[in-house]
């Protein structure tokens, strides 16, 4: 169970994840720490809430569903204290239009491969502890300069053809292999979701499965 | 947060589950056990599903749910072979009318108090170990021996008027209290929704809370 079958390496984790969504930003915060005890890497791919729960699975947003929406709200505060984390993103504030920030994480992960992880750190982090909405391609552009990245270059990926293409074939990609949320995540085939199984992945990594 | 004011006392665990609940199930396994290492009790209390998820809720139940099915049978039996569960019972059997079991549940509780937690782990250990129907009333009735209650009694309450008022009363309490899934735990006024929470609420009766 801990290595790829005939190479000896141990394959990366499957990480999912959509920017507008919370609990993957508390995933993204903790996971490649965890990972990395283990002697995993974390492969990041993101995926649209929108596409999967909206029109797959046939369910509302967390917060327009009764009774869940104040236990989330709860439930959300409860891990920040605990995990010492201030964000100037509310759960009730405004959800951002996640595609251009999506977007831009395809253009990076296309055009500066091995790079896509710290992007995506950089994009969760404004979005959430920042409080900024990415949805603004000034925001987006705004990080190019930060991480050495070619800004016009950056601007023009976020609109162009490609990258609207590299979006749809991932969030193709993640329905294909089950991924219903955010985090999820997969690792030797077998999925995890939620970011309250981060300790389950830890204790799976740990033991090479059951 | 670990005494109720003025008392001295530490309050209990308020335990809601729906018997047709294979995670309220699990998590009656364990939680005893984890109240008892921070010297607390559990209040056990039964809810119902079809009112909380799927009239309330305007949800589906999960193996109706497009991906999150195949993720919730794949889970159910991680958890199974992690804790060493045999089960008869599979999730995708055809689910009983939790309804008599509920109100069996409820009559215990009434005329029996004290008695009803260990009338509810005989319940579920019987539907989901064991695999039987209890909306038989015969497999509900041979429960009473065992445990050392009246047969004949037990089986009048079961369709007796005052079972049937005592389950509308604790579902509507269940609401009440925003309680929408099973297990669901509340301790000192704090949510914990799912088995996969077990271990935060672990660590929040540790700590005294946060």
Known sequence: MTSAPGTGAQAPIDFYFDFISGYGYLASLRLEAIAACHGRRVDWHCMLLGVAVMKTMGLKPLLETPLKADYVLRDFARYQRRHGLALARNLTD????????????CWVKRHHAGREAEFAHALFD??????RDL??????????????????ALREGVVGDESRGDLRAA???SLERGVFGSPFLIVDGEPFWGSDRLEQLDEWLERGGW
């Open 94 to 105: 405004p959800v951002m239009d996640p595609r251009p920030a999506a977007r831009a994480f």
């Open 126 to 131: 404004r979005y959430w502890r920042l409080g």
């Open 135 to 152: 949805s603004n391609i000034d925001e987006l552009a705004a990080l190019a300069s930060p991480l050495g990245l070619d800004e016009p």
């Open 171 to 173: 969030v193709a990609a």
